[in-house]
């Protein structure tokens, strides 16, 4: 029997050589083989060995080490013939329940944790190490481990060969940095096979275990938490488990005593204790001491757990690396949108974590690698068909996904919501940074904003945990040379959500207020107690002035109109922050929030900082959007409540105050912000009043994105109302934008797509719009859009057929010679058109003169522009002797002839001025040679005097900008 002595030490085979050597079971025959007949000879059960022989090393030297053998003879033992195994009962309900995928994470696609998951760095750590990292502004900062203490997930119960086994392992890390994670997925590796250290798993929430009232015993906990477990329940209590690893998340939500006088010993899993109690008889191991254990946790609760009953601390660090963080952007952003859009998404977003800019640092925690990537999923992949979904959704979907609905502390009596504790006093912080445009904090400005001056000896202990725990996960560190560490919120964006919500939750309380909200209180429960009512207002009041006042009648009717203005204060609040004269030349909301992710703009600087002209233009549209329904559902769930009643009087205040505001002519990122905002809003009935003064929309130079057309289009939607006009000039548009905003598009009057290079795709668009029954488009301006042979053959059709546009404007738009051949007859059929501007295109005279010679035939066209285009000074003087009232058309010949010429050659101009550097430098200086000559045909032409000046300053500015193209050339 010596032979059995290179078995593994507390397995399964420890009892089988027990039993041996008492007599109850046979020997095996032979050391170093494990085969069937000794497995027979041992059970005396043919049916064993016909359910063996399915296994991979059945008959083969050492098969029963294979650990699945190992399993498979396990459960053998306990399963009757026809019935279903109930390890891999086990393993497939496990697989289901961790392969659940959060409705937060649809958006991404439907695909499993192994697509897309990277694994976070773990380190060997200490609870000394913990110590130290709580030490700076009781905030929980990043620190990278060494190399050498590096441990993978899978080989934390791992040891050396000359070390005592590592049975129990503490896991933390503050909220985001991935621990639950890091157990769904090998619970996942396990179920699949890829983990066979472990015969079985049990996970368990101590958040659950903290809810359960009534003691229990361990073997019904798992048999009641996992049924299908039944029949091996009693072999695991018994001791003749196979190797068993129980997990229990979120230790902090247990208050463990390990004091013998409050926790009794305790060794049969049958005897019932309080959750609390079994955990810490199975960390002592006094109950069930072969079990391994995996306990994870937040910081502040690592010292709850002696150290003598830990074997192993393990410190999980996020992302340190920035491939790491790269291959999470990869593996999430590359299942969604359009192929090659999406590879120089991921480059610029590569390039800019490769800077080791401010991103990078923030990118250690997994979570805001999600909130990152949830961002550009919704700035980049929103497309027509996109469900509804908001920034403020989104910001609050995340905060769900973290925090749940968490209580602050479990063994409080009052239940305080986190995300509410987190409003009342990160959200102060943030709001009052926000309204100072304040992006760095000091200790001052945190011991001010959460008033330790104020609080408890309990309270002080709830924010200290609050502070390891939380405050890390909004805020870090960040250290300048010879200056106090201060601290910065991690995600910009963050500290306006917190602050907007800390206002529209109505934290934000004067002193009467705060006392009314606490007298009213107090009068509901305590009727006239009188003494509780001065015990709490004497916080606030002194005691002096208490004497003076009927308090108990006063303060209910003084809180009743005070709460009224409250509402209209914040209505006031979210007006006033929106429209800041000194916001409106900034970048509009979305593309800054672009910007800083991409690294376009907010590059980092040596302090950590965002650039000093950055706004806080993301906080009024966070106000609106906390005021949607659906945020307000969710917001419920996480124990912030918003009424009906509060919603309804702030919508009635802000709806006095924006209905003056939007009959004025707003700058177009200013235009775009204020869509954005009533987009958040949610409210239809409320858009649509507002939307009735949007007569004119300039959003020109604003980069518009799919996602900003859905907003647009999604607002002005909500009226029915004509448009006058709308400039979308300069904004990039494509084929997808243009689909978007078909339905706006067809209520205007005069429609500017000015230099947008639009693609084959978009003049499809464009051509689909004007055959539009229900097109209303009067005036077209298409400048400076290219348009191909191909785009001709939609276009083309598109202007014979329609019935609206009466003045369309093809100016540079490459036709040439042969376009204009293309497209006369699709002119010619045309029966609406009043004006048609051709010019800068190329033409030569030839073409010109057949396009003049169909026009004076055409029955409605009155005005046709060919200027600078390829024809002589001869030719011009034939075009301009041509009269309307004689040959029926007016051709302007020149650039400055006619009484509406002088926009379009100012225009054009400063088109050239502004893309001078990203075009062709020989090209521009052809056409900037045409222009020239073009004004010194004009000036020849012209008596008049003023007129001869202006136009020797233009050609004055043509010949330097013609020199400075030169020299670069």
């Known amino acids: 029997m010596q032979r059995l002595k290179y078995l593994p030490a507390r397995s399964k085979w420890t009892v089988i050589k027990q039993q041996a050597l008492s007599g109850t079971q046979r020997p095996f025959i032979g050391a170093g083989t494990r085969t069937s007949a000794g497995i027979q000879s041992l059970h005396g059960s043919k049916r064993l060995v016909v359910a063996m022989k399915s296994l991979p090393h059945f008959g083969k030297p050492g098969f029963l080490q294979c650990p699945q053998c190992l399993a498979h003879h396990w459960t053998s033992l306990n399963t009757s013939p026809g019935q279903a195994d109930p390890i891999e009962q086990h393993r497939k309900r496990l697989r289901d329940w961790f392969s659940h995928v959060p409705n937060e994470e649809m958006q991404f696609g439907s695909f499993s944790m192994e697509k897309w998951h990277v694994d976070p760095l773990i380190a060997e750590s200490s609870p000394e190490e913990n ?50 994670t890091v157990v769904s997925k090998l619970v996942l590796d396990w179920c699949d096979g890829k983990l066979n250290q472990f015969d079985i798993i049990l996970p368990f929430s101590c958040e659950d275990l903290s809810s359960q009232n009534q003691p229990t015993s361990l073997n019904k906990l798992i048999t009641r938490k996992y049924t299908q477990l039944k029949t091996i329940v009693p072999h695991i209590g018994s001791g003749k488990q196979g190797n068993v690893l129980l997990v229990f998340s979120d230790l902090e939500q247990l208050k463990l005593d390990f004091r013998i006088s409050k926790t009794e010993l305790c060794n049969d899993p049958n005897e019932p204790l309080p959750p609390s109690g079994l955990l810490v008889n199975l960390l002592r191991k006094y109950l069930l001491p072969d079990t391994n254990i995996l306990v994870t946790t937040r910081p502040s609760a690592v010292d709850s757990i002696p150290s003598k009953y830990v074997d192993r601390y393990a410190r999980i660090c996020g992302f340190a690396d920035v491939e790491q963080q790269y291959q999470y952007f990869k593996n999430r952003l590359n299942m969604s949108g359009d192929v090659h859009a999406n590879e120089n998404l991921m480059k610029m977003l590569y390039r800019n974590l490769q800077r080791h800019s401010q991103l990078t640092s923030d990118c250690f925690l997994p979570s805001y690698c999600w909130i990152i990537c949830a961002t550009l999923h919704f700035l980049h992949f929103t497309t027509a068909n996109m469900p509804i979904q908001t920034l403020t959704g989104l910001y609050t979907s995340f905060l769900r996904l973290n925090f749940g609905g968490q209580i602050l502390d479990a063994s409080h009596q009052q239940n305080i ?103 009213s209180d107090t009068i509901g429960k305590a009727s006239e107690d009188v003494t509780a009512i001065l015990a709490i207002i004497s916080k606030f009041v002194p005691f002096r002035i208490l004497t003076l006042v009927r308090l108990v009648n006063i303060f209910p009717r003084i809180f009743k109109k005070i709460s009224a203005k409250s509402k209209k204060g914040i209505a006031n609040t979210m007006v006033f922050e929106m429209f800041r004269q000194d916001d409106e030349f900034n970048s509009d909301v979305l593309e800054q929030i672009n910007m800083s992710i991409l690294g376009e703009e907010f590059s980092s600087t040596a302090s950590g900082e965002r650039s000093a002209t950055q706004c806080f233009e993301l906080f009024p549209a966070f106000m609106a959007g906390l005021l949607a329904q659906n945020n307000r559902l969710l917001l419920e769930e996480l124990g912030c409540t918003i009424k009906n009643i509060t919603v309804r009087e702030i919508a009635n205040n802000l709806k006095k105050n924006l209905s003056n505001v939007a009959h004025e002519q707003l700058p177009p990122s200013e235009l775009m912000d204020l869509m954005l905002f009533l987009y958040e809003l949610q409210n239809e009935t409320f858009a649509g009043e507002i939307c009735k003064s949007f007569q004119r929309l300039n959003l020109s130079q604003v980069k518009i994105t799919p996602l900003k057309c859905f907003v647009i289009a999604s607002v002005m939607n909500t009226s029915s109302h004509p448009i006058e006009e709308m400039n979308l000039s300069l ?47 009067q005036k077209l301006w298409l400048c400076d859009n290219a348009l191909s042979e191909a785009a001709v053959y939609y276009i083309g059709p598109a202007i014979a057929h329609n019935h609206s546009v009466t003045q369309l404007s093809l100016l540079n738009t490459s036709l040439g010679d042969k376009g204009v051949r293309m497209l006369t007859p699709y002119i010619r059929d045309n029966t609406h058109l009043k004006d048609i501007n051709l010019a800068s295109n190329l033409i030569g005279e030839e073409a010109a003169m057949d396009l003049v010679e169909m026009i004076k035939k055409h029955p409605t066209l009155e005005k046709v522009h060919l200027y600078l285009n390829e024809i002589s000074d001869d030719g011009k003087q034939r075009l301009r002797a041509l009269r309307r009232e004689q040959d029926g058309v007016d051709v302007l010949a020149s650039i400055t002839e006619g009484s509406n010429v002088s926009a379009y050659w100012t225009l054009i101009l400063k088109n050239i001025s502004r893309n001078a550097a990203n075009r062709d430098k020989d090209l521009v200086a052809d056409y900037l040679t045409l222009f020239q000559k073009e004004l010194k045909f004009s000036r020849q032409q012209t008596l008049n005097i003023w007129k001869k000046i202006k136009l020797l300053q233009v050609e004055n500015r043509i010949a330097n900008l013609l020199k400075q193209i030169t020299q670069e050339t």
């Not at 959200?427 to 945190?446: H, N, Q, V, W």
């Not at 934008?737 to 795709?761: A, M």
């Not at 051509?767 to 029954?773: A, E, G, K």
């Open 131 to 180: 110590r130290e990292l709580t030490a700076r502004l009781g905030v929980y900062s990043h620190i990278e481990p060494k190399k050498s203490q590096i441990i993978k997930a899978d080989n934390m119960f791992a040891t050396a060969s000359d070390e005592s086994p590592v049975k129990t392992v503490l896991l933390y890390g503050m909220v985001g940095t991935g621990k639950s």
């Open 417 to 519: 919501s986190t995300l509410r504790y987190i409003a009342k006093t990160v959200g102060k912080l943030a709001y009052e940074g926000t309204e100072k445009k304040k992006m760095l904090f000091s200790e001052g400005d945190l011991q001010r904003c959460f008033e330790l001056d104020t609080k408890t000896e309990e309270e002080l202990n709830q924010l200290t945990a609050f502070q390891v725990d939380m405050l890390g996960f909004f805020m870090s560190p960040t250290a300048q040379p010879d200056t106090e560490p201060l601290l910065r919120f991690t995600v910009p964006g963050m500290q306006e959500y917190l602050a907007a919500l800390y206002v529209v939750l109505g934290e934000k309380k004067s002193v009467l207020e705060r006392v009314g909200v606490a007298v």
């Open 731 to 777: 904004c990039n548009l494509n084929d997808e934008c243009l689909k978007i905003l078909r339905p706006v598009l067809l209520r205007c009057r005069d429609l500017n797509l000015q230099f947008n290079n639009l693609g084959l795709g978009a003049w499809q668009e464009v051509s689909d719009l004007l055959l539009d029954p229900n097109c209303t488009v």
